[in-house]
């Protein structure tokens, strides 16, 4: 083992957020000890694990415990473990740095809510007064470790590996830099001793953390469901006695240790649900699942029968900047009889699911089932069926009873049950008509999301299908071309703003017995009496104008399919659509995004035959084919299509120079 101490410098990020940790203005201070007895919890979870198939790891000791040693004298609490441990390289990549997610919005958030609360400082002219939404914002925030340095001056961390005989001391006064020395360690695990600051230790403290009373209270709030015993010797006084037996004022008092258990150490999933409060839910969520906002919605279920379980799910109040990339791990933790099995068991909820976090514990599992097994084990499904039709039932409570509150879930996540819908075309064991129920989706009407019930139960009856449009917003939507004829008749229409919305439909095909139709795709087919006399005055139209239609399409050559007129403009003079069978426009974007840019949608140039910019295109042809002012009819009227529906001309600068040269007569 290396015998000289070596200094080492914080990573950026650290710094920053220890900076603003020692010089935060925030008064939840307190959930420093949640988040370190958090981490003592994790780490005996680890050793746990890893003694089912390693049992010398614990060296003889199976008793697992937390304890607090609070010194009043020297102004120290320390937090201790005997669990798994750290070695040398493990202690500088969990402490010297931050790897978790979102740290950089965390340090943004905090920085921000800092600078609300000293501008209402400067205007108060005193001590600001932070508001509910950001005077607890450290505590929203699974800081872990790095929550010691806001009660301390120093933190000094001795730990040594289980299996491993080296011990390593860790040691910073969070001046940006920290040491790291070789050390003798009885037992494996892990111990933190913070030196306290003025406010948090001694006469004068604001919280005094060497008191046993403030600790005791403070677990009991934050970590009664631990299920590890949290330790820590109680002196008390009792009067002296004399030798009858009587107390005796003039003797001093005498002095008796104890040693007490502050946790309740049952798992707060297998308490009565009338018991808990949100606010304990709430805390359980932040502490197991090292989120730093409460959760948006959880649900507590025991089931009882053929297959015994208990689960505890929740739904974070913010999703994951990484949720729909593939180095996000879904699942849900695994337990046997309040025992640790697993991390993210991903076979017990759908894909589409994956945004759910929690916990099942069985007592029909075995604790040495391996990942290979619980694919095919039959207890794991029947769980797993179950939850899927909790949580979609529990989800069309949330909609019809809560409806502000689940626009706010479908923000955040509804990309995943479109997702879900889609994927039915490959798993039809996916509740394809219970996800549609969830759906939603902005329309014409008030510019409000509306489900595909609200949708259909308003539709007149003269509407034969359910009409939607795409695009990147509702303002380029309702701009489109192809709006007009659908506008003129007051069918509302389904605004399509994210990629996935289109594939999700495609996938559903109709909804209560109705179809869903692109007004950018296909022929659009109002069904009524007006609309087909429109058709067929404009079929008549296109016989007269064969020829035309024909040397347009040659002079565009293989940027269309096809050149047309068509009855579904109003105002405008041309759209683009698509082709009815194969990708649309929006489709084609997205397979290009997928980096799969070989499904290309078919384009079909559609002419509006009463627009007077149509007449004028008829004496440009009159002039001949190939005369100059028809190809720049063609080429300007295609382009104008491009940037009506979204798209970028092929060539900007050849079309600056036909609009100049057409200008210019």
């Known amino acids: 083992m290396e015998n000289e101490k070596e200094k080492f410098e914080f990573q950026a990020e650290t710094k920053q957020l220890l900076n603003l940790m020692i010089n935060s203005i925030y008064t939840n201070h307190e959930i420093f000890l949640r988040e370190l007895i958090s981490n003592a919890s994790d780490a005996i979870d680890k050793l746990r694990f890893a003694s089912l198939t390693h049992s010398d790891l614990l060296e003889g000791d199976s008793e697992f415990v937390i304890r607090l040693t609070p010194d009043e004298k020297a102004k120290t609490l320390t937090i201790t473990d005997n669990g798994i441990g750290m070695t040398k390289e493990e202690v500088i990549k969990n402490i010297g740095t931050i790897a978790q997610s979102g740290t950089k919005e965390f340090l943004a958030k905090l920085e921000e809510a800092n600078k609300i609360a000293k501008k209402a400082e400067e205007e108060a002219g005193k001590e600001a007064k932070t508001d509910a939404t950001t005077k607890d914002l450290i505590g929203q925030f699974g800081v872990g470790f790095y929550s010691a340095f806001m009660v301390s001056d120093k933190v000094t961390l001795i730990t040594r590996k289980a299996g491993e005989k080296d011990g390593w001391k860790w040691e910073s006064a969070a ?308 709006m007009e004829a659908v506008k003129d008749k007051g069918f509302e229409v389904m605004f399509l703003l994210d990629p996935v919305d289109e594939f999700c439909l495609e996938a559903l095909q109709e909804y209560a017995g109705k179809k869903f139709q692109s007004l950018s795709r296909g022929d659009l087919d109002l069904g009524d009496v007006e609309s087909e006399t429109s058709k067929k005055e404009t079929e008549d139209i296109a016989k007269d104008n064969e020829t035309l239609l024909k040397d347009f399409k040659e002079v565009l050559g293989e940027k269309v399919n096809e050149v047309k007129l068509t009855n579904r403009l109003k105002d405008s003079a041309v759209c683009l659509v698509a082709g009815e069978y194969g990708p649309s426009f929006a489709m084609e974007q997205a397979f290009a995004m997928a980096n799969a840019p070989m499904f290309k949608a078919q384009r079909i140039l559609e002419l509006n035959p009463k627009h007077k910019l149509f007449a004028k295109l008829q004496e440009a042809h009159d002039q001949g084919k190939d005369s100059q002012d028809f190809k720049d009819f063609c080429a300007l009227l295609f382009d104008q299509a491009l940037l009506l529906d979204g798209m970028i001309p092929d060539d900007p600068a050849a079309l600056a120079q036909q609009i100049a040269r057409m200008m210019a007569k």
């Open 175 to 482: 001046d940006g830099t920290y040491t790291i020395e070789p050390c003798e360690v009885a037992k494996h695990g892990t111990s933190i001793t913070l030196q306290l600051g003025e406010a948090y230790a001694g006469e004068g403290a604001e919280q005094d953390m060497t008191s046993y009373w403030t600790l005791e209270s403070l677990v009991k709030k934050y970590s009664d469901y631990i299920r590890y015993p949290i330790k820590m010797e109680e002196t008390t006084e009792e009067p002296a006695r004399n030798d009858k037996g009587d107390i005796d004022d003039k003797l001093p008092p005498i002095k008796k240790t104890e040693d007490k258990t502050l946790n309740s150490q049952t798992p707060l999933w297998k308490r009565n649900k009338s018991s808990i409060k949100a606010e304990e839910y709430n805390e359980f969520f932040k502490h197991q699942f090292h989120e730093w906002e409460d959760p948006m919605w959880y649900y507590h279920t025991r089931a009882e029968g053929t297959v015994e379980y208990t689960a505890l799910l929740y739904i974070p109040g913010k999703a994951p900047a990484n949720l729909y990339f593939q180095e996000y791990e879904p699942g849900l933790q695994l337990f046997s009889r309040s025992v640790f099995i697993m991390e993210k068991c991903k076979d017990l909820l759908p894909d589409y699911l994956r945004f759910v976090k929690g916990l099942v514990d069985s007592p029909d599992l075995s604790l040495n089932i391996s990942r290979e097994l619980l694919q095919q084990n039959h207890t794991i499904k029947v769980i797993g069926r179950n939850l899927e039709k909790n949580i979609l039932k529990q989800l069309a409570d949330m909609l019809a009873k809560e409806r502000e509150k689940y626009e706010k879930f479908w923000n955040e996540y509804g990309r995943s049950l479109k997702a879900g819908v889609y994927n039915s075309v490959y798993d039809p064991d996916t509740k394809k008509d219970q996800l549609a129920d969830l759906l939603l989706f902005m329309t014409s009407k008030e510019g409000k999301l509306c489900t595909l019930k609200e949708y259909t139960d308003r539709m007149p009856e003269s509407q034969k299908a359910i009409y939607y449009a795409t695009g990147k917003d509702k303002e380029a939507i309702e701009h489109l071309p192809q």
